[in-house]
């Protein structure tokens, strides 16, 4: 069965009646669970839960977390490559209609911003792009992938969905991981969401994991992008999602982001503004349903709530990002995707983490790990 087969046995209003219906009796048996059901899950998103339960879960995600990843954080750096983007994303300050400088980085460049994050301290990076093929596509990505595994240890993309044999040449590149956020699994809303352009076939970006899955990336990472839609039904069919490909790709690691919409980002109004509280409640509910699956949190997050929800489930964080291409290099403010709210550097991330008992982790653990498994 396909992912998209699974999600339509799931319709929207089901899901929502389902987390709506939690009781706080039926709540606490699903904290009781050693391991979650699906429907455990819908309870724990509920909006009845009370403090105490969100603190006893809390507690659970933080044991089961030190468990299987002990107490490290790997560190990560978004490079990106390129700006340019043909479709029409009404929440990104990259969309067509948008006007702002636009950039990909020549390979010279890619090189130099490699070599500034690696002299930084990073040995993990995430490159990205819009959709624009015919300035940053396969074959381009394949050279900056090339270059920039000169420089780093892993290699992760967030890039424009690819098809099967795509995939398969970024891994022959040497790219470890991918990333690609549904941004709403509302099929409806994400039509209204994406007007125009290759982004705008739901059905396309719904099957890109699978896709990536069966070309055999180590790493493959989903989200939704929290504030679009109904923020419950889409951390339930992000959680669904995961779930799915963990089972089904069961030698690949899944790993779940948290991106939340702030209010008027890019002139764009969030449906709803997902409260601190709610998305500690996310992050600890996916922790308990997936206990292997990476957890990650970027630089869009404010240093407060960083801080805060490090030892609740988290594996990964993003550190001294810039979010325009080029920018590691050279001032190019206003060619940025979105603004970031913790504008830490590297080494004071690394300080922040070693005062609370943790240690940064910069290479790839994640590879060698599987590697020693495969
Ligand atoms: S979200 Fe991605 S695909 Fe959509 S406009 Fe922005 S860069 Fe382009």
């Not at 790997?74 to 009404?90: F, I, Q, T, V």
């Not at 209609?97 to 636009?102: A, E, F, G, Q, V």
């Not at 001032?331 to 922040?352: C, G």
Request: net charge negative; glycine share 8%; charged share 25%.
């Amino acid at each position: 069965m396909s992912f998209q087969q699974q999600l339509e046995l799931y319709p929207q209003n089901e899901i929502r009646q389902l987390i709506d219906s939690a009781t706080p009796q039926r709540i606490d048996q699903a904290l009781r669970r050693q391991r979650l059901s699906i429907e455990d899950f819908a309870c724990l998103l509920s909006p009845q839960l009370s403090d105490d339960q969100l603190e006893l879960m809390a507690g659970q995600a933080h044991q089961i977390t030190s468990r299987r990843f002990g107490r490290i954080i790997l560190l990560y750096a978004p490079l990106y490559l390129s700006n340019e983007c043909h479709n029409g994303c009404k929440y990104c300050g990259f969309n067509a209609d948008n006007h702002l400088p636009r950039k990909t980085l020549s390979l010279t460049e890619v090189e130099r911003e490699a070599r500034i994050l690696r002299a930084n301290g990073f040995r993990h990076m995430l490159l990205l792009t819009g959709e624009a093929p015919e300035s940053a596509g396969i074959d381009y990505l394949e050279k900056a992938v090339k270059i920039v595994k000169t420089h780093c240890g892993s290699v992760s993309i967030e890039v424009f969905p690819m098809d099967t044999d795509g995939y398969r040449r970024m891994v022959a590149a040497g790219v470890d991981g991918l990333t690609v956020y549904q941004e709403t699994y509302d099929a409806d809303l994400y039509k209204k969401l994406h007007p125009y352009g290759p982004k705008s076939d739901y059905n396309y970006r719904l099957e890109t994991p699978e896709r990536a899955g069966e070309a055999g990336f180590r790493r493959i990472g989903v989200g939704s992008l929290l504030g679009l839609g109904d923020c419950l039904t889409d951390v339930f069919s992000t959680g669904l999602h995961a779930l799915y490909l963990a089972r089904r790709f069961w030698r690949t690691q899944v790993t779940i982001s948290f991106p939340r919409l702030c209010a008027a980002e890019g002139g764009f109004q969030p449906n709803s503004i997902v409260s601190d509280r709610q998305l500690t409640q996310f992050i600890c509910a996916l922790r308990l349903l997936i206990p292997d699956a990476g957890l990650l949190l970027s630089t869009r997050e404010s240093t407060a709530l960083r801080d805060n929800l490090l030892p609740l489930g988290i594996t990964q964080m993003s550190a001294g990002s810039c979010t325009a291409p080029g920018g590691y290099g050279d001032d190019v403010q206003d060619a940025e995707q979105f603004s970031i709210n913790d504008d830490r550097s590297p080494a004071e991330i690394v300080k922040l983490l070693h005062s609370r008992g943790y240690e940064a982790v910069w290479k790839d653990w994640d590879t060698a790990f599987l590697n020693k498994a495969s």
